[in-house]
């Protein structure tokens, strides 16, 4: 249990605002110290073992960015970054000044962001190098009231599936392939009693025509895989959701192979399905009353061989539509086709997808940012502020109509780049993806359709805000994790 009562021999963390500071009786001290209370500012004083950390953000200036506000998961990592160099584990939230209007979301918060700092990728470091350290957080008791024993079991439920995700993409495609996914999978997933799981192999990919998938992933010693799970909810349904994540487990770009330093870190173009697949397992292990979940995910190594897929190829999508191959780098948007097509056939309210899709999403906003596209403005609004509750950066992107035609081929129905070369290369692949969640496009004679119609749909390219090269929220660079805790959120607010 990391979160326990009061522990006399912890570092005892106190949160201040401007407002407040004097009435602490260390006036001379913190002017010494240049100690402000500024968000983010923090003095650490060993001897009496307190650490003091700055919460008063100036938000006075005429700024149009929600994520300009206090971040307490933020903070939280902040505040152990600032241990990094020391031996400290035990830790204490000791005071919060009034002024913050410190609540059991912040806390909750808080608490997940030193988790979530004092947790390293480790798998192949010598245990002596490791980095992760086992903290003990204690609370003082005047908190007692704003974390209930329901509130810590979610807390670790949400780091332990966070450092899921986190490993998944860090891990080397040796690790984490096509094959390995289906076993990992079922160790994860497979003794859930709410949950069920088809796992497809390529033979059932083959057999159910999703050509998309198999054309990626033909050049690759592991033949491509798929996982369908679903999470039942404990009372009536009321609601279903279908999540899709990009599962590339190696991206060298095909025989339109990536140049030098562009294919380092394409291990983790499958962050896509490692963040669906931690928010499946988040909500199983939470547990929801009203809501269908549905994930599903196609998992292909896109490589280069005399059996590779080439620009010229045709492919007859799962949807029955036709996509001529321009570029092999271009692979994320035709495992997502096969796979939108197929959360259609269960016909669910809402569709998300998350996908490592572009480089220009990185361009456009910075590798910090999710693009948040959609086809329904009441959705994506709904999503975004979840977004924007759980500080985890993203913008709302719009799909302009008179770009579609951009993505529209002259011998197939699509093609897999855009007329218009790089520009708003985002858009115009979620632009491309919009064609398989509206069935009315539809023809494949094997998907029996009794109402075509276009499904209520998200798709976040999380090109730049999966993986980190500069710190991220956590203060880490690496896999970040992000969108889950969004997501989680959103599902969870319309499960009611
Ligand atoms: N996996 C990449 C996108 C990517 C780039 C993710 C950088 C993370 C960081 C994707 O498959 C890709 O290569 N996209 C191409 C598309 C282009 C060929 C139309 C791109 O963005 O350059
Ligand atoms: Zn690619
Ligand atoms: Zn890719």
Known sequence: MPISPQNPNAIKINLVTKENLASLDKTELFESLKFKGNYKQIVFLPESKQIFVGVSLDISNKVFDPFFKVDFFNLGAVIINS??????T?????YVDSATEFNSKNLQDLVLGMMQASWNFDTYLDTKKAKTKQLEISLNSSFDGLLDPNKITEIEIFNTNLNLVRTLVESIPEDVNPESMMKLIQENLGNKSNLKLE???AQKLQENK?????????ASRYQPTLVHATLTPKGEIKHKICLVGKGVTYDSGGLDIKTEGHMKTMKTDMAGSATMFGIIKTLAEIGLENTEIHWISAFAENMVAPNSYKADDVITSYSGQTIEILNTDAEGRLLLADCLSLATTFNPDYIIDAATLTGACVVAL????????SNDKQFSDSLFSHFVAENENAAQVILPQDLKEEVAGTISDLINTSKVGRQAGHITAGLFLGHFVDQKLFRNPDIKLENPKEFSWVHLDIAGSAFNNKKNSIEHNGATGQSLRSIVSWVRGLDG
């Open 366 to 373: 910075s590798e910090r940012y999710t693009a948040l596209m």
């Open 199 to 201: 796992l497809w192999d």
């Open 83 to 88: 241990l990094a160099k020391t031996k400290i």
């Open 90 to 94: 035990q830790i204490q939230l000791e």
């Open 210 to 218: 999703l050509n998309s998938v198999m054309f990626v992933g033909r």
